[in-house]
């Protein structure tokens, strides 16, 4: 069983890790920093910025363990290596193990932190841990059409554009069309 709380890569800007329960204030902090909402893909994160309590916060660090434990999905937060400020994170959620060691990467950059490179840098962190700590061979992205910074950061982490899924994923109540990109360990 895979211990995801002892992983930690520290790239030249950004350090990785799981989150903790004394990460509270300092991702309350960054989630209260942001700007407004810049465009439809930081939503999320902003809705965070008044509706964060301790109390959802340790039942998410515990939700997350027990979620890794049980090799459903690995999240980790990430933090700016200067000062400690959180700025975004990234899931590895399997989609199947046995002969295919397969999952899908996501990824999310707090809205004042965008335009720094931090995205690529997260990623690539993520894609080394998935390959040498976590076991898997495949990964992939899951990338809206119209989100081209999403895009230029899996380019800049090393994946390659693979496919357009039609009808792929269900959000805002319609069906829409993604784009896959992957990278595979070799």
């Known amino acids: 069983m895979i211990d995801f ?5 520290q790239m030249d800007n950004v350090i990785i890790r799981s989150g903790r329960e004394e990460d509270y204030n300092t991702i309350k902090n960054s989630l209260k920093g942001q700007n407004k909402q810049q465009n439809k893909f930081d939503e999320e994160e902003i809705n965070f910025k008044n509706n964060y309590s301790k109390e959802f916060f ?9 979620n890794a434990r049980d090799d459903k999905y690995y999240l980790f937060r990430v933090f700016k290596k200067d000062d400690g400020s959180y700025i975004g994170g990234v899931i590895i959620k399997t989609i199947l193990r046995k002969n295919f060691q397969w999952a899908e990467i996501g990824y999310w950059l707090l809205n004042q932190y965008w335009g720094n490179g931090y995205g690529a840098e997260m990623v690539e962190a993520a894609i080394d841990i998935a390959f040498n700590e976590l076991g898997y061979h495949r990964l992939e992205a899951y990338i809206n059409l119209d989100n081209i910074a999403s895009q230029k ?5 090393g994946m390659q554009y693979e496919c357009t899924r039609k009808g792929f994923i269900y959000e805002n109540e319609v069906w829409t069309d993604n784009m896959v990109y992957v990278i595979n360990i070799n």
Do not use: G, P
């Open 5 to 9: 709380t002892t992983i930690t890569r």
């Open 58 to 66: 340790i039942n998410k660090v515990r939700s997350i363990k027990q």
């Open 153 to 157: 950061t899996a380019e800049l982490a």
